[in-house]
């Protein structure tokens, strides 16, 4: 089984039509995973729904803690960009129970519900990356999978690169 | 380098407005690789475009041609899902210079130009799939990956499953 | 309140995954009007779901029949395109109780459940019209309307125009 | 003809994927009549690109002025739903030169870059009152057209209603 921990970011952002703005209420996870017709077996848990720009040490630290206690070795993880990498290396800063696992950040530069959304492809994408890599924590984007120590968001094009 | 290979299927079908019936015209496929913001580094390449339950064994033939002649180790092809298992099988009957390369053939339940469609899920997997996997061939859809020789689309549900 | 009769045609064409074809099966209607965020008073009656290629007498005479005995005087009938103009014609040489009415016919070039379907601007404008016309029948697509007998679907191009 | 004058608004939110914001850069409106596949003779003008929160009275004024100065007698102005009945009080309460005109404001709650947006339906209906209400300003929202000094936006519950 995977377990999917999402926290939010671009991929569930939502537009408040009373008050014209960007907000966050529910995950839009299980209706993407219906759309892509997922016949993984996977347990979707939302830890927190908001902006990766706004996320705290104690936000990291319980996803952490939910990444120690999930009883699966695959893990996918929804999060906003902008501090996505800054997550990855606090998981992998953890203790070793955490580093037996697969985990694999992923995200989206567009919120799915806008039709021009780049969250189901990398979806599919961090669904099938979990699968296959070895132990460790990575993030996902664009298509291409990165360790978690061997890449950053380029702030000027959005594109997720290695360093 | 990841080489694309469209054959069509309900990936690639519009809608005929004139005619008021389903068609094919041209890929979808760099709309969609545009959409997911992939920043792989790939060659799409249109080998038909035709509903699977069409395709011949000339067909199949061409399709396996291109497998051998492509110069990359990894190879995704788009295709309808009907026939899917048996374009498989056919690749990886074929000759050893095909089977030192890792392709996947994926497709869609739901044509892309639809807005309910799986594509760019599968797509996005598909895609992931064929950069970890060893040599052999594969099909990848709902999210999973089986190998060639094990899979079976269940024609009652449309879901591919393991056999 | 305006009764909106449905017929089915292009609106309301699903794509049936498993057949890999183009089938009719619940109207569209309720979920476009919510899309529109309609605030009008209407009543949506089906009455078959059929392409308008199919459409016989004998249907034509249960939308006439439909025409007459509705209590409302402002009626729109969403239909098929290529027949759209026989079934006005037929609805406009039927008795006086129904030519006391305002009844606009209105389609789709492309299925609403694609992304690229003209059908909730068809809609929109067929209702607003049907709020401010004379008692009559009116062809309303491309945001323009007909009288019944000044109009005819140009097969080449698809487009309304006037005769 | 029909002159469209673009203001803004929800209709034209854009996602800014760099700073993870809606901001305003073109106008969807020829996109959005294309997909409607109008066939109307529209002439459109964009005037600017704001969230009618922000507009002042020089905007307003440059507003009035073209509408003034317009050869057409049908306008259509898109503008957002916040101020859009202070603005059309604006237009009203100008020279005989614009009240001689009939001028159609409308808008949408969801941008149209939403797959949920409620935008075309509007489009559509209000392209189809101006063509037949007599001279005079309008609000045209939700499938109903109100005179302007006759509506407005009820701000709990989005919905445009008569006073």
């Given at each position: 089984?995977?377990?999917?921990?999402?926290?939010?970011g671009?991929?569930?952002?939502?537009?408040n039509?009373?008050a014209g703005?960007?907000?966050f209420k529910?995950?839009?996870?299980?209706?993407?995973?219906?759309?892509?017709?997922?016949?993984l077996d996977?347990?979707?848990?939302?830890?927190?729904?908001?902006?990766?720009?706004?996320?705290?040490?104690?936000?990291?630290?319980?996803?952490v803690d939910?990444?120690?206690a999930?009883?699966?070795?695959c893990?996918?993880?929804?999060?906003?960009?902008?501090?996505?990498?800054?997550?990855?290396?606090?998981?992998?800063?953890?203790?070793?129970?955490?580093?037996?696992?697969?985990?694999?950040?992923?995200?989206?530069?567009?919120?799915?519900?806008?039709?021009?959304?780049?969250?189901?492809?990398?979806?599919?994408?961090?669904?099938?990356?979990?699968?296959l890599l070895p132990?460790?924590?990575?993030?996902?984007?664009?298509?291409?999978?990165?360790?978690?120590?061997?890449?950053?968001?380029?702030?000027?094009t959005?594109?997720?690169?290695?360093?």
């Amino acid at each position: 089984m995977i377990r999917i921990l999402v926290t939010g970011g671009t991929f569930d952002k939502e537009y408040n039509e009373l008050a014209g703005t960007l907000f966050f209420k529910d995950t839009h996870l299980p209706e993407m995973l219906r759309l892509g017709r997922s016949r993984l077996d996977v347990a979707v848990r939302t830890l927190m729904m908001i902006d990766s720009l706004e996320m705290t040490d104690a936000d990291r630290g319980l996803i952490v803690d939910h990444c120690r206690a999930a009883p699966d070795s695959c893990i996918v993880i929804t999060h906003g960009t902008d501090t996505m990498v800054e997550t990855a290396a606090a998981i992998a800063g953890a203790d070793p129970a955490v580093g037996a696992k697969t985990i694999v950040l992923t995200g989206a530069m567009i919120p799915y519900a806008f039709g021009s959304s780049d969250g189901l492809f990398n979806l599919g994408s961090a669904l099938s990356f979990v699968q296959l890599l070895p132990a460790g924590v990575y993030v996902a984007m664009n298509g291409r999978c990165f360790e978690w120590n061997r890449v950053r968001k380029n702030r000027e094009t959005g594109v997720f690169e290695a360093v």
